[in-house]
């Protein structure tokens, strides 16, 4: 089983950065791939970012450029670094991962983008 639990998220202006921690439990958290999604009200849930337990990362063309996914397979935690941010990148960001065919949802953190 895995547990993740995401920190990091809040209000800030236009142009400013946050950096999104998802921290996850067990022993096998360099064998799993993260991803990052965020659901904004009233729209679909949207993969931003996923990165392999090797490192390889790979980005939806909405944010590319402007987020980095990392992890550091020492402490489980896996990192979305969010620069330059938008209005529109308000949602609720999520982590998630999936072992053994089972998908694993953090619960979540609010970003608030104002203008």
């Known amino acids: 089983q895995v547990q993740l639990v995401e920190s990091g998220g809040g209000l800030v202006q236009a142009g400013w950065s946050l950096r999104l921690s998802c921290a996850a439990s067990?022993?096998?958290?360099?064998?799993?791939?993260i991803d990052w999604y965020r659901q904004a009200p009233g729209k679909q849930r949207e993969r931003v970012a996923g990165i392999s337990g090797g490192g390889r990362t790979n980005y939806a063309d909405s944010i590319k450029g402007r987020f980095t996914i990392s992890r550091d397979n020492a402490k489980n935690i896996a990192y979305l670094q969010m620069r330059d941010l938008k209005p529109e990148d308000t949602a609720v960001y999520y982590c998630h991962a999936k072992w053994w065919q089972i998908d694993y949802w953090g619960q979540g953190t609010q970003v608030t983008v104002s203008s």
């Open positions: 067990g022993s096998t958290f360099s064998l799993i791939d």
